[in-house]
């Protein structure tokens, strides 16, 4: 979990948020005056403890990274113990319904139904399926009606995600997203990165099964030409995420 600094309030990446038992914090070396701790709080009414029980607490600290000030971080730690002590006054209804709203729950039961479309072929095996020749497919791929990308720690030359042959997809919408990553001059590896990561925006979904007719509930309503902009807005934003 990453946590807010105290000039800015925005995430650092590589912060790590560490809930131990002081014992262990100490055997690890931590630096003890660098901790906070939150009691922890019970909702449940059969979990409250009787008087004089001492409820066990949260531990929270995080490693001193070079050039941080000691005050920075007391401050980083206090605005975690602020939420967590929010957290802990909440009912188990409304805990998971933030939950849901961070990692909703698909609607559509069969999870699986696009399953065997993240596989990939190679240029011959693409001609193959298309019933085309090997010039056919690089024309194709030249015109920025198909995509090819490098498979990382894969020797060979470029494979093709198969979803490109599946007469579902909407292959209009396909030429616009390879020609935007071609314009931003972005990798098409990274496109296909793009295009296989779930998406909180598309309800869970991944761009490719998007594109493989998933339902989303903020697309669903909305007609064929304002879906097709909603989508290459989020193109565009991961294009700008990746290059800067």
């Known amino acids: 979990m990453s946590s807010p600094s105290s000039s800015s309030k925005s995430a650092k990446a590589d912060e790590i948020l560490v809930i131990a038992s002081s014992e262990a914090l100490r055997a690890a070396g931590l630096d003890m005056g660098l901790i906070d701790a939150v009691p922890l709080l019970?909702?449940?009414?059969?979990?409250?403890?009787?008087?004089?029980t001492v409820l066990p607490r949260i531990m929270i600290g995080r490693v001193k990274a070079a050039g941080e000030s000691t005050d920075d971080i007391r401050a980083q730690l206090l605005y975690l113990s602020q939420s967590l002590k929010t957290i802990g006054q909440m009912s188990n209804e409304e805990v998971a319904n933030i939950i849901a709203q961070v990692?909703?729950?698909?609607?559509?039961?069969?999870r699986n139904r696009f399953k065997k479309e993240y596989g990939v072929l190679t240029i011959e095996e693409m001609a193959d399926r298309m019933s085309?020749?090997?010039?056919?497919v690089r024309e194709l791929e030249l015109e920025g009606d198909l995509f090819a990308a490098r498979a990382p720690g894969r020797d060979g030359g470029p494979l093709?995600?198969?979803f490109q042959l599946d007469e579902r997809v909407i292959k209009s919408l396909l030429k616009?997203?390879?020609h935007q990553y071609r314009e931003?001059?972005?990798s098409t590896t990274m496109l296909w990165s793009f295009l296989r990561a779930p998406q909180k925006i598309f309800h869970g979904w991944t761009p490719m099964e998007m594109?493989?007719?998933?339902s989303s509930p903020a697309f669903d309503a909305l007609t064929p030409e304002e879906w097709k902009e909603a989508f290459l807005d989020v193109v565009a934003e991961e294009i700008?995420?990746?290059r800067w």
């Open 42 to 52: 019970l909702t449940s009414a059969d979990a409250i403890p009787s008087a004089g």
């Open 103 to 110: 990692q909703p729950a698909l609607v559509d039961p069969d």
């Open 132 to 136: 085309c020749t090997i010039k056919r």
């Open 160 to 162: 093709y995600p198969k």
């Open 176 to 178: 616009q997203v390879i």
């Open 184 to 186: 931003a001059e972005v």
């Open 211 to 214: 594109m493989l007719g998933a």
């Open 240 to 242: 700008s995420r990746v």
